[in-house]
C-alpha cells in the first residue's frame, strides 16, 4: 500500500524546505505551489535479506509526500477553487505533517511579526478544524431537507446521523479534533467516509534553525509533554540542513551528520514516527527473484494483505506460506527453512506479523 502524508504550514514556516529533505526533492520553495514527491521507506531488514538471498530486485515500500500548495493557513474558510483543492489533497491523505516554524531570520519575517511554535501550532489547528466544521454544517443541512420528504425507516437513519453529527460539532467547536474523541467503533466507521482532517493522525515537525540543534532534543521532549496523543506527536528538524543533506550520496550526508551530531537522517524520524501514528507494520515478499516491503496496517489479515499486493491474490487466495524474518535470517535460506519445518502454511484469517516473509498462493 502507498501511504500519502500532506504537508501543511502557514507562510514562511518552510513546509517545502522539509518537503525536499523529505523527497531528496528540489522543489522551488518560493513557488507556493503544491508538489509531489515519493520517498523510499528505510528498511534494514530489506538489505539484510538481499544480501542473503541476492535477488535480481530490490523494492522497497513507499510514502508520497504532498506539499499542499501555497499556505493553508486562511484557505479553509474561504469558498475559493484554491480551498476546494486544497481539502481535495488534504481529504485523500492518511496523514497531515504540520510544519511550526521555529527557526530565527530575519530576512524571511514571521507572517506573525514574531516567532511562536505554540500559537502556530494552534492556528493550524484551527484552519483545520474549520474545515471539518465547513463539512459537517453542509452535510447537516442536506439531512434537515432530507427529513422533510424522509420515510419512516430512512428518517431514523437521518435522525441517527444527525444526532451523531451534532455531537462532533459541539466538540469540535470547544476545540477537540476527532482524533480525540471518544467514538464507538460504528461511530467512527460511520464517519470514515467524510474523511474528516482532524480525524487523522498528525505529525508536527518543528522547523528549527541549524543553531538550536543542540536543543533538539529537549525541545521535542518539551512539546511532547503538551501535544502528545496516541494520534499526535511532535520531531524537530532543521530543514534547510535536511534539504542540503538530501542533495548529498549516502555517505557524505553521514559524515555531515556526525559532525552536526544528527543521529539520524530526517526522513528516517518522520518515516518511523508516522508509522507508528498509523499503525502500520511491514512484511516482505521473495517473488520472481525480486524482495518487496509492503506496508500494511496492524492486525490485517493474509487474506486482506495478498489483496494489499494484487486484486487477484485476494479473489484466489489459497494459502500463505510464512516465516518470521527472525527465524528465515538464522535458517540462511528459504529452502533450509523449509527443510527444518519453520516454513509454515497459514490461512485467510492468520494475522500478519511485522517483519513476516510471506508467499501468497493463489488460483484464478
Known amino acids: 500500500m502507498s501511504v500519502d502524508i500532506g504537508i501543511v504550514g502557514l507562510a514562511k514556516s518552510g513546509k517545502t524546505t522539509i518537503f525536499n529533505g523529505l523527497t531528496r526533492g528540489k522543489a522551488d520553495i518560493s513557488s507556493g505551489t503544491a508538489h509531489i514527491g515519493v520517498a523510499k521507506v528505510p528498511e534494514p531488514r530489506l538489505k539484510t535479506l538481499a544480501d542473503m538471498l541476492h535477488p535480481r530486485k530490490v523494492t522497497p515500500a513507499e510514502v508520497k509526500y504532498i506539499d499542499i500548495g501555497a499556505s493553508a493557513g486562511g484557505q479553509v474558510k474561504d469558498k475559493t477553487t484554491a480551498r476546494s483543492q486544497l481539502l481535495a489533497q488534504l481529504s485523500n491523505a492518511d496523514a497531515i505533517i504540520n510544519v511550526a516554524r521555529a527557526f530565527i531570520d530575519n530576512s524571511i519575517p514571521h507572517i506573525e511579526g514574531s516567532v511562536n511554535v505554540e500559537r502556530d501550532i494552534a492556528s493550524m489547528d484551527l484552519e483545520l478544524a474549520f474545515s471539518d466544521l465547513a463539512i459537517l454544517e453542509k452535510r447537516l443541512e442536506r439531512i434537515e431537507e432530507s427529513l422533510k420528504g424522509a420515510k419512516a425507516a430512512e428518517r431514523q437513519a437521518f435522525l441517527r446521523e444527525q444526532d451523531m453529527l451534532m455531537k462532533l460539532k459541539a466538540q469540535l467547536e470547544k476545540g477537540t479534533p476527532i482524533r480525540e474523541m471518544e467514538l464507538a467503533p460504528e461511530e467512527a466507521k460511520a464517519i470514515s467516509g467524510y474523511q474528516f482532517l482532524t480525524a487523522k493522525p498528525i505529525l508536527i515537525v518543528v522547523n528549527i534553525g541549524e543553531n538550536q540543534l543542540a536543543q533538539t532534543k529537549s525541545l521535542e521532549t518539551e512539546l511532547n509533554s503538551r501535544y502528545s496523543r496516541p494520534k499526535c506527536r511532535v520531531i524537530a528538524l532543521c530543514g534547510k540542513l535536511e534539504m542540503e543533506l538530501a542533495q548529498l550520496d549516502d555517505s557524505a550526508a ?20 508516522s508509522y507508528e501514528l498509523l499503525g502500520l507494520i511491514s512484511f516482505f515478499t521473495i517473488v520472481s527473484e525480486e524482495i518487496r516491503a509492503w506496508s500494511i496496517p496492524k492486525g490485517t489479515s493474509a487474506l486482506k494483505s495478498a489483496g494489499k499486493i494484487h486484486s487477484d491474490m485476494e479473489r484466489g487466495f489459497i494459502r500463505a506460506e510464512v516465516i518470521s524474518y527472525d527465524d528465515l535470517i538464522k535458517s540462511g535460506s528459504l529452502a533450509e527453512a523449509r527443510h527444518k519445518g519453520i516454513l509454515r502454511l497459514e490461512g485467510k484469517i492468520y494475522v500478519v506479523q511485522d517483519g513476516d516473509v510471506i508467499t501468497i498462493l493463489f488460483n484464478v
Do not use: C, H, T, Y
Request: charge should be neutral; charged fraction near 40%.
Open 254 to 273: 553521514q559524515e555531515f551528520r556526525k559532525d552536526f551530531g544528527i543521529l539520524e537522517p530526517g526522513l528516517d524520524r518522520a518515516i518511523k514516527v
